[in-house]
């Protein structure tokens, strides 16, 4: 399945449709091979294209697609950007792996000017699935406790092979609570559906309508 194609990144774009996101300077934070930047960039409008990520070879990637890239790793770096020089960020299935968040954060509300926006997705700990899990005694998903097994997980094996090597487990709450810390306005909230259970889809598309029960979380916030 493409990545754009993945429920989250529906659910990503439906949320800057219906905010009507038009800028003119773009950073993808976390952004792989630039493939889904590319497609966030048409979609938005942006004249000018900014790829940070840590993986060498995704970031090559990226340059011949006509993105300006930065290796950077996001829990410690400083951003080689101006201050108060970015319209829009994304960070999408990111903060998940950092071991400091706050520095991300602190960095995209340095480099947005006045009133930019930052979208961010993340895997939902409070999901009705995790919730599930837990209860008959199962590790939460996308909360991984091995670097090489995908130990305890009722669905292990069926989307992953192996650990994706998340973290930073967040509810809508903390995330919120973290954004607002950072002094950012939450502007919109939208929940978004996984991948596994195929059984379970219809049930999970009708859950992830109350985003604190989704299994993926889309916030989009605003620097103050």
């Not at 903060?95 to 968040?101: A, G, K, T, V, Y």
Request: aromatic share 8%; hydrophobic share 45%; net charge positive.
């Amino acid at each position: 399945m493409s990545c754009s194609l993945l429920p989250r990144f529906k659910a990503v774009i439906d949320v800057i449709r219906r905010n009507n996101i038009k800028v003119r300077t773009f950073l993808d934070l976390g952004c792989g091979d630039g493939s889904l930047t590319v497609e966030i960039a048409k979609l938005v409008e942006a004249k000018e294209i900014y790829c940070a990520d840590i993986d060498v070879k995704a970031l090559e990637k990226a340059l011949l697609r006509g993105i300006k890239t930065f290796m950077i790793d996001l829990s410690k770096d400083t951003l080689p950007i101006f201050n108060n020089s970015v319209d829009f960020i994304t960070a999408l299935e990111v903060i998940e792996h950092l071991i400091n968040p706050d520095n991300m954060l602190r960095e995209a509300y340095r480099v947005l000017k006045s009133k930019g926006y930052l979208l961010i997705s993340t895997p939902n700990l409070a999901s009705w699935a995790n919730r599930i899990a837990l209860l008959f005694g199962y590790q939460p998903y996308n909360c991984e406790v091995s670097t090489e097994i995908l130990a305890g997980v009722l669905w292990g094996g069926r989307t992953f092979s192996k650990p994706a090597g998340h973290i930073r487990p967040f509810t809508l709450k903390a995330l919120k609570e973290l954004l607002i810390y950072h002094d950012f306005k939450i502007v919109d909230i939208k929940g978004a559906p996984g991948v596994e259970p195929k059984e379970l889809r219809h049930i999970d598309s009708l859950l992830s309508r109350i985003p604190s029960l989704a299994r993926r979380l889309i916030i989009l916030a605003q620097k103050t």
